[in-house]
């Protein structure tokens, strides 16, 4: 008997080299196998007879090839085979279909899967595009050969897996075909001992209604005859739901326990007193709105406590989370401690660098700025400053990470756009804090300073308390595991005197109307924006990328031709921090009326007299790409506007994308649909963003699941789960433990 730590290579009929193709797929053990599970099915239980197809159905039949060939066309290659019952035949046409070629064979027995259509080029009978095949002689042969050994048993055994049932059908790869993949499975499935163990405790799968372990894969790979179609497509068969909840269950309980670890280690109990307080209130450039007020209570009642705070803040754009920041980097250093801020790019940090001098420079905080692009010298002294203590605030990018960057005695970090650092940066960056030394003066702090703080005090290296910030909407079923070891703070309201943002789309050939409008706002003296996919024109496949219209070519006609009367001002990515600096200083102080840019802009960047925002190739930028964008402007009380102009081309995603900037402005709104049309996998775009490896479970598709799974995994840690034992408990932690790292792809962040 086998089990489900068996190497993968054990399994009849794999051996090593084929193990090594599916550790790609992460395949490595029996359990990874049995874990990879049909991405559909289909319906072999009554093959349809040619006579009986109708237009528009999807359908299984088995039938004989009669003809096939490979068709040249002036367009693309097609594979046209005619497969035939009796009289009746079915054309079937795969498209770019080269790699077909000599496939088919007259007299095969082929089983088809495909949408049933009217063949309006032919006699007007039946075709079928690009369907989903199998040539059923070929596994027949393969059964055959098996049989020598294992009896005539194994022809019928092949009759099982292929026809006369649902089918599951699976991702290939390589050579592993989705038949192969059937195979494989049900021989694993039939030498596994079906007492399984099962980490989950007895007292949930009771409450939930969950069926055993080896049933679960059992009906997940080979579902029973009755089984619904729709359950089976929305992954909410009994087999399913069991598995999807396991996955969820524990990935949750190891947050949990994550969490509860990080409250149990030494941190810095910050005094909060009337002399704190008057400082907070002191840099305040305007009243806080209540939602400020809210999440800063939040954040100061975390800092007094003796365990390391860490905390998400997360606002939409234009909600005023840097001043929030700003505010509990005052609770540090009125503490004596130092505080470092890190931002994903230089234009960013530059950016909060200049916002922390104009708001605490002159309540007499000292602040520096570290980055990859400044001179040696600078860097080293900076560096002098931040080891010795005199700098409070330092603020930079990935450069904070060096190694040559030591702080004195670091309190408070924070995080700008986590999702665009790795989970090991922001772990990195802590560390720098637990191995200052607490014990050290400070040098040069704030006069008022007092030394206070907790553990770390008396010896033991405390951590720091770690705020993470996100100007990027996060539905909360991504939040739950992206960020489940944090707790979450959220700015749900924007500040007083903002005027909504009027969206609206135009397409390109319309460009003259919109320049008129440009021109009306800048007259009033206002000033805009105007942003390119890309900074200059290149030659891509077919010449795509040169139909894309360019930054710097469109600063020369617009600068030249388009608005000579005006002061037009290029922003890119190209630009030397220095060149950078000089465009967004003359941008903000007025001198430039219009900043022409690339994406650079789509962060930080904050001049309230901007009121106009034109998106060139609109449908080239993803939907949480646009929002940011929009999120530059509004920023003042004049109203504002956002243009989408378009190219000739759309999509049918980026029509979805346009629509839904056009009819919302609300950050979480746009989120949710942005988590729908790309998946969990690509909401962020890059994959050290931390999110987990799920197998099974969708984000989207399974949103309750994960949340009943949250609390169940919440009340088991917490000792008040009802029904659970202090043996079930451990076993669960046990089994998370041995699974962790290569069940979720995850590592610990501090």
Same mark, same amino acid.
């Given at each position: 008997?086998?089990?489900?730590?068996?190497?993968?290579?054990?399994?009849?009929?794999?051996?090593?080299?084929?193990?090594?193709?599916?550790?790609?797929?992460?395949?490595?053990?029996?359990?990874?196998?049995?874990?990879?599970?049909?991405?559909?099915?289909?319906?072999?239980?009554?093959?349809?007879?040619?006579?009986?197809?109708?237009?528009?159905? &999807?359908?299984?039949?088995?039938?004989?090839?009669?003809?096939?060939?490979?068709?040249?066309?002036?367009? &693309?290659?097609?594979?046209?085979?005619?497969?035939?019952?009796?009289?009746?035949?079915?054309?079937?046409?795969?498209?770019?279909?080269?790699?077909?070629? %000599?496939?088919?064979?007259?007299?095969?027995?082929?089983?088809?899967?495909?949408?049933?259509?009217?063949?309006?080029?032919?006699?007007?009978?039946?075709? &079928?595009?690009?369907?989903?095949?199998?040539?059923?002689?070929?596994?027949?042969?393969?059964?055959?050969?098996?049989?020598?050994?294992?009896?005539?048993?194994?022809?019928?055994?092949?009759?099982?897996?292929?026809?006369?049932?649902?089918?599951?059908?699976?991702?290939?790869?390589?050579?592993?075909?989705?038949?192969?993949?059937?195979?494989?499975?049900?021989?694993?499935?039939?030498?596994?001992?079906?007492? /399984?163990?099962?980490?989950?405790?007895?007292?949930?799968?009771?409450?939930?209604?969950?069926?055993?372990?080896?049933?679960?894969?059992?009906?997940?790979?080979?579902?029973?005859?009755?089984?619904?179609?729709?359950? /089976?497509?929305?992954?909410?068969?009994?087999?399913?739901?069991?598995?999807?909840?396991?996955?969820?269950?524990?990935?949750?309980?190891?947050?949990?326990?994550?969490?509860?670890r990080l409250r149990g280690l030494p941190g810095i109990s910050f005094r909060i007193d009337a002399r704190v307080r008057q400082a907070l209130k002191d840099i305040l450039p305007f009243h806080p709105t209540a939602s400020q007020k809210r999440v800063l209570k939040?954040?100061?009642?975390?800092?007094?406590?003796?365990?390391?705070? #860490?905390?998400?803040?997360?606002?939409?754009?234009?909600?005023?989370?840097?001043?929030?920041?700003?505010?509990?980097?005052?609770?540090?250093?009125?503490?004596?401690?130092?505080?470092?801020?890190?931002?994903?790019?230089?234009?960013?940090?530059?950016? +909060?660098?200049?916002? !922390?001098?104009?708001?605490?420079?002159?309540?007499?905080?000292?602040?520096?700025?570290?980055?990859?692009?400044?001179?040696?010298?600078?860097?080293?002294?900076?560096?002098?400053?931040?080891?010795?203590?005199?700098?409070?605030?330092?603020?930079?990018?990935?450069?904070?990470?060096?190694?040559?960057?030591?702080?004195?005695?670091?309190?408070?970090?924070?995080? %700008?756009?986590? +999702?665009?650092?790795?989970?090991?940066? #922001?772990?990195?960056?802590?560390?720098?804090?637990?191995?200052?030394?607490?014990?050290?003066?400070?040098?040069?702090? +704030?006069?008022?300073?007092?030394?206070?703080?907790?553990?770390?005090?008396?010896?033991?290296?405390?951590?720091?308390?770690?705020?993470?910030?996100?100007?990027?909407?996060?539905? #909360?079923?991504? !939040?739950?595991?992206?960020?489940?070891?944090?707790?979450?703070?959220?700015?749900?309201?924007?500040?007083?005197?903002?005027?909504?943002?009027?969206?609206?789309?135009?397409?390109?050939?319309?460009? !003259?109307?919109?320049?008129?409008?440009?021109?009306? /706002?800048?007259?009033?003296?206002?000033?805009?924006?105007?942003?390119?996919?890309?900074?200059?024109?290149?030659?891509?496949?077919?010449?795509?990328?040169?139909?894309?219209?360019?930054?710097?070519?469109?600063?020369?006609?617009?600068?030249?031709?388009?608005?000579?009367?005006?002061?037009?001002?290029?922003?890119?990515?190209?630009?030397?921090?220095?060149?950078?600096?000089?465009?967004?200083? #003359?941008?903000?102080?007025?001198?430039?009326?219009?900043?022409?840019?690339?994406?650079?802009?789509?962060?930080?960047?904050?001049?309230?007299?901007?009121?106009? &925002?034109?998106?060139?190739?609109?449908?080239?930028?993803?939907?949480?790409?646009?929002?940011?964008?929009?999120?530059?402007?509004?920023?003042?009380?004049?109203?504002?506007?956002?243009?989408?102009?378009?190219?000739?081309?759309?999509?049918?995603?980026?029509?979805?994308?346009?629509?839904?900037?056009?009819?919302?402005?609300?950050?979480?709104?746009?989120?949710?649909?942005?988590?729908?049309?790309?998946?969990?996998?690509?909401?962020?775009?890059?994959?050290?963003?931390?999110?987990?490896?799920?197998?099974?479970?969708?984000?989207?598709?399974?949103?309750?699941?994960?949340?009943?799974?949250?609390?169940?995994?919440? !009340? /088991?840690?917490?000792?008040?789960?009802?029904?659970?034992?202090?043996?079930?408990?451990?076993?669960?932690?046990?089994?998370?433990?041995?699974?962790?790292?290569?069940?979720?792809?995850?590592?610990?962040?501090?």
């Amino acid at each position: 008997m086998l089990d489900l730590g068996t190497p993968i290579q054990f399994v009849k009929g794999i051996g090593p080299r084929l193990a090594e193709t599916l550790s790609a797929k992460g395949i490595s053990v029996i359990e990874d196998l049995l874990y990879y599970l049909p991405f559909r099915y289909e319906d072999r239980i009554n093959p349809r007879t040619i006579a009986e197809l109708c237009p528009g159905e &999807m359908a299984s039949v088995i039938a004989e090839v009669r003809t096939s060939a490979l068709l040249r066309t002036r367009r &693309m290659p097609i594979m046209e085979m005619t497969a035939g019952q009796g009289r009746a035949t079915l054309k079937c046409m795969w498209f770019r279909g080269t790699y077909l070629k %000599d496939r088919f064979q007259p007299g095969q027995m082929v089983a088809l899967y495909g949408k049933v259509e009217q063949d309006s080029r032919g006699r007007g009978g039946l075709q &079928m595009l690009q369907p989903q095949f199998e040539i059923l002689d070929e596994a027949e042969a393969e059964v055959e050969a098996e049989a020598e050994n294992a009896g005539r048993a194994a022809h019928s055994k092949w009759h099982s897996l292929e026809v006369g049932r649902i089918v599951p059908i699976y991702e290939g790869t390589g050579k592993l075909t989705t038949r192969w993949f059937r195979r494989i499975i049900h021989s694993a499935l039939e030498s596994l001992d079906p007492s /399984l163990p099962d980490a989950v405790p007895a007292a949930i799968r009771g409450r939930l209604g969950l069926v055993p372990r080896f049933e679960a894969f059992w009906r997940a790979h080979w579902p029973d005859a009755g089984e619904s179609f729709a359950a /089976l497509e929305t992954a909410r068969t009994p087999a399913h739901v069991r598995l999807i909840f396991e996955e969820l269950f524990f990935l949750e309980l190891g947050l949990e326990l994550k969490r509860r670890r990080l409250r149990g280690l030494p941190g810095i109990s910050f005094r909060i007193d009337a002399r704190v307080r008057q400082a907070l209130k002191d840099i305040l450039p305007f009243h806080p709105t209540a939602s400020q007020k809210r999440v800063l209570k939040e954040i100061a009642d975390d800092m007094r406590q003796p365990s390391p705070m #860490r905390r998400l803040l997360q606002g939409d754009v234009g909600s005023g989370k840097t001043i929030v920041a700003f505010e509990a980097a005052i609770i540090a250093m009125e503490n004596g401690y130092q505080v470092s801020m890190m931002a994903p790019t230089e234009i960013l940090a530059t950016q +909060h660098y200049l916002s !922390a001098r104009r708001i605490l420079e002159k309540a007499g905080y000292r602040i520096v700025l570290l980055t990859g692009s400044q001179e040696q010298d600078r860097k080293r002294e900076t560096r002098r400053h931040i080891a010795q203590g005199n700098a409070q605030l330092v603020i930079g990018t990935h450069a904070l990470l060096e190694e040559k960057v030591e702080f004195h005695k670091l309190g408070l970090v924070i995080v %700008d756009e986590q +999702h665009r650092f790795g989970v090991l940066q #922001r772990m990195k960056l802590m560390k720098k804090g637990a191995e200052s030394n607490p014990n050290k003066p400070t040098a040069g702090f +704030h006069p008022n300073a007092q030394r206070v703080g907790g553990p770390g005090l008396s010896g033991t290296p405390s951590a720091p308390d770690v705020l993470v910030m996100t100007a990027t909407p996060i539905p #909360r079923t991504l !939040a739950l595991t992206l960020y489940g070891d944090l707790d979450l703070s959220v700015i749900d309201e924007l500040p007083p005197g903002r005027t909504p943002i009027v969206t609206r789309r135009v397409p390109g050939e319309r460009a !003259a109307e919109v320049w008129t409008f440009l021109r009306k /706002l800048v007259a009033a003296g206002q000033q805009a924006y105007v942003v390119y996919p890309v900074i200059e024109e290149q030659t891509g496949e077919a010449g795509l990328e040169g139909e894309l219209k360019a930054a710097i070519r469109m600063y020369e006609e617009l600068r030249k031709k388009i608005f000579p009367e005006l002061r037009i001002g290029l922003l890119h990515g190209r630009l030397d921090t220095e060149e950078k600096e000089s465009v967004m200083r #003359r941008f903000q102080a007025g001198e430039i009326d219009v900043l022409v840019s690339t994406t650079v802009i789509e962060v930080g960047v904050d001049v309230a007299n901007a009121t106009l &925002m034109v998106i060139e190739h609109a449908e080239r930028f993803g939907l949480s790409q646009l929002h940011q964008l929009r999120g530059r402007i509004g920023r003042g009380s004049a109203k504002s506007y956002c243009v989408l102009m378009t190219g000739r081309k759309v999509s049918e995603e980026a029509e979805q994308r346009l629509d839904t900037m056009v009819r919302t402005t609300d950050g979480f709104e746009i989120a949710e649909k942005d988590l729908e049309l790309r998946g969990p996998g690509e909401f962020f775009g890059t994959k050290q963003a931390g999110m987990p490896s799920l197998r099974v479970a969708n984000l989207i598709r399974d949103r309750k699941l994960l949340e009943v799974a949250k609390q169940e995994a919440a !009340a /088991l840690v917490n000792g008040t789960g009802e029904g659970i034992s202090k043996e079930e408990a451990t076993q669960a932690i046990r089994h998370l433990q041995a699974h962790w790292n290569r069940r979720y792809g995850l590592v610990e962040a501090g």
